[in-house]
């Protein structure tokens, strides 16, 4: 398996406050990505990083926000949670050889009471 | 922008029986295709890909898809199925995004439920 982990891996916070989700990698790869998974939708994607400091919006990124720093890290920070923000959310990484492979996080189920 | 339909929500069937699950998408150019399998309270993992060349590709577990540009489809196929195939099962179509990353858009998924 990759070395994907991502913390926390549950978190019930309260409306109006900010959250910050982490993905940590241990492979080293260029390309990370940020989505969230709600029933009846898939997966889809909020932001991705294709490098330090380098990120784009996905499809649904309002109300987030994300930061790189470093090639191991990347951050999902929700600004001000909110009740529909509330679902599992999914960390990946692709390397620079196989962008289109990509290797999922066990995710982060988030509750926003 | 590329769209992924997977009409089946949920599929049930029996040990040891055949499986297709279907999957039509949508896209301007040569389809990057895949399959996604996801375990309960798991992550997604890949089960096969298809880029290029032969329409019928082989993945893990025994899996294969064939892709079929005249239908738009890339259904999953596994001639028999163990219980432990009970899963939720993803299908994608991928292009291509900035820096050189790739970006995936997803179906819905469809359930797997296999009787005994």
């Known amino acids: 398996d990759a070395g994907i982990t991502q913390s926390p891996r549950h978190k019930v916070t309260e409306t109006g406050t900010p959250v910050t989700l982490r993905c940590h990698q241990t492979e080293n790869h260029r390309y990370m990505y940020w989505y969230r998974q709600d029933p009846g939708h898939g997966l889809r994607l909020i932001h991705y990083s294709y490098g330090v400091k380098d990120t784009d919006k996905g499809e649904v990124s309002d109300g987030y926000s994300v930061s790189r720093s470093k090639t191991e890290d990347f951050l999902l920070t929700l600004e001000s949670a909110t009740s529909s923000q509330t679902s599992v959310y999914f960390c990946?990484?692709?390397?620079?050889?196989?962008?289109?492979?990509?290797?999922f996080g066990p995710g982060t189920r988030l509750t926003v009471t | 922008a590329q769209s992924v339909t997977q009409p089946d929500i949920h599929i049930t069937v029996s040990e040891g029986a055949s499986l297709e699950l279907r999957c039509n998408y949508s896209y301007g150019a040569t389809p990057y295709l895949f399959w996604y399998v996801q375990s309960p309270g798991q992550g997604l993992q890949l089960l096969l890909k298809y880029f290029s060349g032969d329409t019928l590709v082989q993945g893990i577990k025994g899996f294969e898809a064939e892709f079929k540009r005249s239908q738009s489809s890339f259904n999953l196929r596994k001639p028999s199925v163990h219980w432990s195939d009970a899963a939720e099962y993803f299908c994608?179509?991928?292009?291509?995004?900035?820096?050189?990353?790739?970006?995936?858009?997803f179906g819905r998924g469809t359930s797997l439920i296999v009787h005994p």
């Open positions: 990946a990484i692709s390397g620079q050889e196989k962008p289109y492979e990509q290797y």
């Open positions: 994608a179509v991928g292009a291509p995004a900035s820096g050189g990353s790739y970006i995936p858009t």
